[in-house]
């Protein structure tokens, strides 16, 4: 099998990783609930998001198991390459837990933006335009809300985040149905 097979098995299988896509439509706007309405310390509300976050993954197996979506697919080498791809994200952590503990209020801004490039990697293993055009359109639109927006709203990024990954995750299903429509004809 080419590797453009294997890439199209697993976005086929995996339905393009909508379902992890979709746990974090959920998660952003309670982070942002966090931000607007939890009366605590910047510091803890920064500890909170970063536990808060952790939930995407048992959520988007939730998300997967309710969407049919399996876990796994048998012999597509493909699939130990994302391990990698997630660990590429671990020397980020250090730069968030100094933005944790020196500067928590940016936490709330490179939390999100560093999420949405990390997408970026996913648009070479489901072989899909989608994952590159929404990476790079979230950070810039985290970054520029940043910019925009006086920082007492700063939690309106997360709600914005949460709305972006709602759709995205929509556009993920929708072109998953199309890829299956093609195969089947």
Sequence with gaps: ??????????????????????SGAVIWPVVAL???????????????????????IPLAFLVGHLLKIPK?????????????????QLPLFPFLVYLLVNSSDLFI???PTVSAAHFF?????????????FSF????????????????LWWCLPL?????????????LKEDHIKISKVSQ
Excluded at 2 to 21: M, V, W
Excluded at 139 to 151: E, H, K, N, R
Excluded at 160 to 172: E, H, K, N, R
Aim: hydrophobic letters at 55%; glycine letters at 6%; aromatic letters at 12%.
């Design 1 to 22: 099998m080419e590797i453009k097979q294997y890439q199209n098995e697993l976005s086929t299988k995996l339905r393009n990783g909508a379902n992890f896509i979709l």
């Design 34 to 56: 966090i931000w607007a309405f939890v009366d605590i310390d910047i510091r803890a509300k920064s500890g909170i998001t970063w536990s808060v976050g952790t939930c995407v």
């Design 72 to 88: 796994t697919v048998k012999d597509n080498p493909l699939l130990s390459i994302l391990p990698i791809l997630i660990a590429s």
């Design 109 to 111: 801004v490179f939390l």
């Design 121 to 133: 990697t996913y648009g070479w293993v489901y072989n899909l335009k989608l994952f590159y055009d």
């Design 137 to 152: 359109l979230m950070s810039m639109v985290m970054t520029i809300l940043a910019f925009l927006l006086p920082t007492h």
């Design 160 to 172: 914005v985040m949460g709305a972006i990954m709602g759709i995205f995750g929509i556009l993920l």
